[in-house]
């Protein structure tokens, strides 16, 4: 099965950090996507028209991003900068991507296709008003017209991304990724417990005891961990210290959360039932897993 495929047309003077930008969130927030941006996905000593032409072509929806100077604007007078102005329009390669986007198929068999017979177009109003008769449109995409279109600003982004992507999954029939970790209900003695004071436990971490561990809160003010990477010789060794440190989290109650790739483990710890900041909990839990990864590697 195929990923379902963005392909994203923007013009670079125009909408290049928004195209990224969404190529982030896309991704983030739905589930077995793929979006192609030209700057990442056009390797070095490609030819770019073929191979733009290539992303599209396995591209089952292309998001076409508008900004103010995506195209010449009707009643404005021209900047003689402005090289759009004396770019054919058969010679504009956003234009040519938009006539590409319309005219080939979706190059996947029919069972890989999301039940799509043609690729959908998708434009987006980035920072600008809705409505493509501000622009001067040559007449091979004048269809773009007919198409709904979103829109978004640069200062409405970090509470309009959201509600704009599940707008696109509900279109699309593409699912979302769980918004949110669960967790059990609160335990009334962890959520008496005092997190540690920041100069406090910066000071603790400094300890041979605690090697490798380190604070960070994933972006988000409002909590707190320590996280380190153990690293072992195989995925045995790997298995093996998870199995430890499992038995002794039953014991204890109070769990990690971690993730395993092969030969390594990375490991947050934080107290979830105390507002998500870090106590004794975790620091207790931080060194039984240092004499935990210390035993295993013994064993070898």
């Known amino acids: ?19 990224l930008l969404l190529k982030y969130e896309i991704e983030r927030r739905l589930q077995f996507v793929r979006v192609f941006v030209d ?13 733009i032409s290539q992303l599209i072509d396995k591209a089952h929806a292309t998001i076409v991003l508008i900004g103010k100077n995506w195209m ?11 090289t759009r102005q004396s770019v054919p329009a058969d010679e504009d390669w956003v234009v ?11 190059d996947y068999d029919q069972d890989k296709r999301y039940g799509l017979e043609n690729r959908i177009l998708l434009p987006i109003f980035v920072d600008c008003e809705r409505r493509f008769d ?6 091979t995409i004048a269809s773009l017209t007919h198409t709904h279109a979103e ?8 509470g309009a991304i959201g509600p704009l992507i599940e707008r696109v ?29 920041d100069q406090e436990l910066a000071s603790i971490l400094q300890y041979e005891d605690y090697e490798g561990w380190y604070l960070d809160n994933f972006g988000n003010a409002e909590i707190q961990y320590i996280v380190k990477t153990f690293k072992f010789q195989h995925f045995n060794q790997a298995a093996d210290f998870m199995e430890l440190v499992a038995n002794h989290c039953r014991v204890l109650d109070h769990h990690p959360e971690w993730r395993n790739v092969f030969n390594h483990v990375t490991v947050s710890l934080t107290t979830w039932d105390a507002r998500r900041r870090v106590t004794i909990y975790d620091l207790n839990l931080a060194l039984f ?8 590697e013994s064993r070898s």
Not at 1 to 12: A, D, G, K
Not at 151 to 158: E, G
Not at 177 to 192: F, L, S
């Open 1 to 19: 099965m195929e990923p379902f495929t963005f392909f994203i047309s923007y013009r670079r003077q125009d909408t290049a950090p928004i195209a």
């Open 39 to 51: 700057v990442e996905d056009v390797r070095h000593g490609d030819t770019f028209p073929s191979r």
């Open 72 to 82: 010449p604007r009707r009643n404005v007078s021209h900047d003689p900068k402005d």
């Open 96 to 106: 040519t991507e938009l006539i590409h986007s319309t005219t080939s198929p979706i």
């Open 134 to 139: 501000q622009f001067e449109l040559p007449k």
């Open 151 to 158: 829109s978004i600003d640069y200062a409405s982004w970090p």
């Open 169 to 197: 999954a509900v279109k699309l029939n593409l699912k979302k990724r769980p918004d949110k970790d669960e967790y059990p209900k609160a335990d009334a003695a962890k959520a008496r417990t005092q997190p540690l004071p």
């Open 289 to 296: 897993m240092n004499r935990a990864a210390r035993a295993v």
